[in-house]
């Protein structure tokens, strides 16, 4: 990572983004805890936060929840009434992220689910928890494209389909990667290029996590 991408999100977050402890007590628990530092930015997670306020959402959906960052600043989005549906694979970062939601008052509009999202996502469609006004993928990310087509099924029309990672340091479009995470943006993209229920694009994103993106698809 250049040094400057991560002053440049210091800066941002720092002119743009209210209550900065907040955000670090979230940080430090997760950091405290051992878990891996891949928690969305601040000013990526605020990018998730205007999106929900903007769709006005009411039921969102998140596949990975790590330690709770990026849900915290979704479920802070939503209209009175709202949640977020979490899912989480590993019992020990939900177990952190339980904490923090906790710590932001936030309990009553967080549903955190742990187990293997392929698992699970079908019983949050049995159980009717959609349709959803907004999904965030930022699991394991061969399994995008399953990820996907799961929140595309659970989708109102109008709703966003959010996938982050999805640049890799360019690996995406290095016709030699064998990087797991570049090919499984990749079957993203092909899966999104096939799929004439939306339109999408991505954005390359360089900050304190390096050279990666967002893939953003608009359900028609
Ligand atoms: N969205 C979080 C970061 C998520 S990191 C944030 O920005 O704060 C990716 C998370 O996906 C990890 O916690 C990992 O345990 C979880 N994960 C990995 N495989 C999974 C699976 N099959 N189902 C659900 N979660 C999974
Ligand atoms: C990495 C970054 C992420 O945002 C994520 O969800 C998983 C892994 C990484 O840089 O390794
Ligand atoms: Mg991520």
Redo the contacts with the bound molecule.
Sequence with gaps: MIKQWQAVDDYIAGRLIARPEQQHETLDA?RRSG??A???SAP??KLLHILSRALRARRIL????????????LARALEPGGKVV?????PR??EV?RANIAREGLTDRVDLRV??????LPKIEAEGAGPFDLS?I???KT?NAAYFNWALKMSRPGALIIV?NVVRDGAVADPSTKEDSALGARALFDAVADESRVTATAIQTVGSKGWDGFLIAMVK
């Design positions: 997760n878990l891996p891949i928690d969305v990526q997670g998140e596949i990975g929840t790590l330690g709770g960052f990026s849900t915290i600043w979490t899912v989480e694979f590993d970062h939900a992220a187990g293997a999202a392929l698992d699970i965030f930022d699991a394991d399994n982050d």
